[in-house]
C-alpha cells in the first residue's frame, strides 16, 4: 500500500454531532431534577467543562494530507492520507477505507488470514473480520459497536479468545517446543456486544457519502482496535505517524531508538483548544472501557472521578506540562494498582506540573515491604542463590518470570544460568531446566523442592506456562475479560527436561512441593501462587502474597504521553468450574512471621521436614 503526492481538499462533510445527543448543559438550559438525578446516578460519559462552542452540526470542510506511517522502526514507513477537520491540524482523523489497508499491514505481521471487508450503507460502516466477526460503526448517532470485541481485535494466529501466551514455541516442523497448549482443559467462552458510545463523550465523527468519506478520530482507533491488539499505539507529532510501545521508542533505555528521536524531534508547546478537550474526552472514553478495576475501584465514570479528585480543569488543559502532571499524579495517587503508571510525557511537555515524588500509598507501602524482605535477604548467612541445595531440600529462587531466549536455544545448552535471582537477566527457564537436571539427577539427595516467590514481582506469562507444569504436570491459565465478560483457560504443557517430548518426565514426581510467597509476591507471581492454590499439591510457606490480578495495557493519550492501565484481562484461577480472580492474593498454608526467617536456609529446611 502506499499513497504519494500532498493533497489539500476543503469539502463539505455532514457532521455526526446531534444536539438532542449532547448533554443540556452545553446546548440550552437542564431540567434540575434531571440534572441532579444524572449526577447522583454518575452515569459515564463526559459532561461539558468550560465554555464550549456550539458547532455547526450540518457541516464542516477537511483537508486531506498525506503523512508517512512508521511500523516499528524507521524502515517500514508507508504512506496514507490522514484528514484534518476545520483548519485544527494537530487532530488528525482517519478514513475507514485507509484503515483496512494499514489494519491489514499491522496485523498480518508475516502470518496469513487476517482480512478486514468494508460495507457502507448511508450513515452506517460495518468492517468484517475473516472470522465473521464485525464492528458497525454508525456515524448518525456516533457509536461503534461490537457484536464480540474480543473476537474482533485478537490476531488471526491467536490459539484463543484472550490467550496472552505467544505462540513462538513451534519447530521449523510445526511440532511443539519447550511450551505445548493441549485441548484438555483449554476452552473459550464468548462475551457480551460492546457499544462505545461517542456521542456521550462528545466526540465526533464526520461523513460524506458520496467522496466515500467515514472519518474517525486517529487516538480512537489507536485505544481500541490498537494497543488492546498488538500492545502499541500511535503518536502523532505533527510530521509523521508513528506505530511503536517504549521500548520500540528507546524510551526504556538511555537512548532514544531512530524513531523514538523522529518522534521527539518536534518541537514542545501548547496543543489547539480541540485536542485538548477530545484528548480528555477520549481519555475518559478508553478508561471507562479499558480500565479493568473499575469496578473494585467504586469508579461509576473517570470524568465523575477527574472531577470528584478536582484533575478535570488540568486534564482538559491546553498546556501539556500541566496535563501530564495532572495524569502523572492521578495515576500514582488515585489509581496506585501496581500495575497502572505514567511512563513518558508528551514531546509538546517541557516540564510536567507535579506534586510530591508520584508514589501512592499502596507504592510506598510495596515498596517499603520489598525494602524489608531484601534487607532480609542481604542479611542471610550466605549469599542466596538461584539455585542451592541444602541437605535433602533444593531452592530455586528468582525475582521475576522471564524467557528472553528463542526457544531452540534452549536446546542447545549454551544458555549460562546466573546466580543472582535479583537480576533482570536471569532466565526463567533456563533455571528450571537446570534445577531439574540437578534435582534427578543419580543418587540426587533431594526430597523436597522449593520455589522462593518472597521477591518476585510478575513478568511474562510464557514463564509461569513453563513453570508451573514443572509442578503441577500441566498448567490452567484462566483470564476473564472484566469489558466483555468473555473467559478462557489454556492448559499447558513443558519440556522440562529438553527431550523434546511431553510426558511425566517433565514433572518432579515424589518430590514434596513448596512455594514462598510474601506481600511482594505480585501478578504473575501470584498468577503461580494462585495455580499452587487451586491444585493442593503443594505448600505454601510465608505470608498472604501481593495479588495483581490485570494484565498490563499499554496507552497513551491523543497528544503523545505514554502510561499503562491495568487492563480489562483479569487473571483468574479455575475451582469447581468458577473463575475466581486473583487481586487480593492468596493465603499461606503456613506462616512465616519474620522476613529474616525466609532465608535462613538451614533452619528452613529442618522445619520443612518436620512438616507432616
Request: charged fraction near 25%.
Amino acid at each position: 500500500m502506499r499513497f504519494t503526492g500532498k493533497q489539500t481538499t476543503a469539502v463539505l462533510l455532514s457532521a455526526a454531532v446531534l444536539m438532542s445527543a449532547l448533554p443540556a448543559a452545553v446546548y440550552g438550559e437542564a431540567d434540575p431534577e434531571t440534572e441532579f438525578l444524572a449526577s447522583e446516578e454518575g452515569p459515564a460519559g463526559v459532561e461539558a467543562y468550560g465554555t464550549q462552542m456550539e458547532e455547526d452540526a450540518e457541516s464542516a470542510t477537511y483537508e486531506e494530507k498525506a503523512l508517512t506511517v512508521y511500523l516499528g522502526d524507521m524502515e517500514a514507513g508507508v504512506e496514507v492520507p490522514f484528514y484534518f477537520i476545520n483548519d485544527v491540524t494537530d487532530l488528525p482523523y482517519m478514513n475507514l477505507s485507509d484503515w483496512i489497508d494499514l489494519a491489514e499491514t499491522m496485523y498480518q505481521n508475516g502470518a496469513d488470514g487476517y482480512d478486514l471487508e468494508l460495507e457502507a450503507d448511508g450513515p452506517a460502516v460495518m468492517l468484517t473480520r475473516e472470522n465473521g466477526y464485525s464492528m458497525l460503526v454508525d456515524f448518525s448517532d456516533r457509536t461503534i459497536r461490537f457484536e464480540d470485541y474480543d473476537a474482533f481485535i485478537h490476531l488471526s494466529d491467536d490459539s484463543s479468545l484472550l490467550d496472552e501466551v505467544s505462540d513462538i514455541y513451534v519447530s521449523e516442523e510445526g511440532d511443539p517446543i519447550l511450551i505445548e497448549k493441549i485441548q484438555k482443559g483449554s476452552f473459550d467462552r464468548y462475551g457480551k456486544e460492546v457499544e462505545l458510545n461517542l456521542a456521550d463523550y462528545q466526540i465526533d465523527l464526520y461523513w460524506s457519502e458520496e467522496d466515500g468519506i467515514y472519518l474517525v478520530p486517529l487516538q480512537t482507533l489507536s485505544d481500541f482496535l490498537v494497543s488492546p491488539a498488538i500492545m502499541s499505539s500511535f503518536f502523532y507529532n505533527g510530521d509523521a505517524v508513528f506505530v511503536g510501545d517504549s521500548d520500540l521508542l528507546g524510551l526504556n533505555d538511555d537512548e532514544l531508538t531512530p524513531m523514538g528521536e523522529a518522534l521527539y524531534s518536534a518541537p514542545s508547546g501548547k496543543m489547539s483548544e480541540e485536542l485538548a478537550w477530545y484528548s480528555y474526552c477520549e481519555l475518559c472514553l478508553a478508561l471507562d472501557h479499558l480500565y479493568g478495576l473499575k469496578e473494585i475501584h467504586d469508579i461509576s465514570s473517570f470524568d465523575r472521578v477527574f472531577s470528584e479528585t478536582g484533575y478535570k480543569e488540568d486534564l482538559c488543559s491546553a498546556d501539556p506540562d500541566i496535563k501530564d502532571g495532572a495524569l502523572n499524579d492521578f495515576i500514582y495517587y488515585y489509581l496506585d494498582d501496581m500495575h497502572s503508571g505514567f511512563e513518558t510525557c508528551s514531546y509538546r511537555t517541557e516540564e510536567p506540573v507535579t506534586v510530591g515524588d508520584g508514589r501512592g500509598l499502596s507504592s510506598l507501602r510495596d515498596s517499603a515491604i520489598s525494602e524489608l524482605y531484601s534487607q532480609a535477604r542481604d542479611r542471610a548467612d550466605h549469599p542466596i542463590e538461584s539455585y542451592e541445595e541444602v541437605g535433602n531440600t533444593a531452592y530455586i529462587t528468582f525475582d521475576h518470570f522471564l524467557i528472553l531466549w528463542d526457544p531452540e536455544d534452549y536446546y542447545a545448552g549454551e544458555i549460562e544460568v546466573e546466580k543472582d535471582p535479583s537480576s533482570a537477566t536471569l532466565d526463567t527457564a533456563a533455571l528450571i531446566t537446570y534445577a531439574n537436571e540437578r534435582i534427578t539427577r543419580e543418587d540426587s539427595p533431594i526430597e523436597n523442592v522449593v520455589i522462593d516467590l518472597s521477591l518476585n514481582g510478575g513478568g511474562l506469562v510464557d514463564t509461569a506456562a513453563f513453570l508451573v507444569p514443572w509442578y503441577l504436570g500441566e498448567a490452567s491459565i484462566s483470564i476473564r475479560s472484566s469489558l466483555t465478560g468473555a473467559i478462557s483457560t489454556g492448559t499447558y504443557r513443558s519440556d522440562i527436561n529438553l527431550d523434546r517430548v511431553f510426558d511425566e518426565k517433565d514433572m518432579l514426581q515424589d518430590k514434596r512441593l513448596f512455594c514462598m510467597i510474601s506481600p511482594d509476591t505480585f501478578s504473575c507471581g501470584n498468577l503461580v501462587t494462585g495455580m499452587f492454590r487451586a491444585s493442593g499439591r503443594v505448600t505454601l510457606l510465608g505470608q498472604e502474597s501481593g495479588g495483581g490480578s490485570c494484565f498490563v495495557l499499554p496507552m497513551s493519550t491523543a497528544y503523545g504521553s505514554i502510561f499503562t492501565i491495568s487492563s480489562p484481562r483479569r487473571m483468574s484461577y479455575l475451582k469447581n468450574g468458577s473463575y475466581y480472580d486473583t487481586d487480593t492474593g492468596f493465603q499461606p498454608d503456613v506462616v512465616i512471621v519474620k522476613p529474616e526467617n525466609f532465608y535462613d536456609r538451614e533452619a528452613l529446611t529442618e522445619y520443612i521436614n518436620h512438616l507432616f
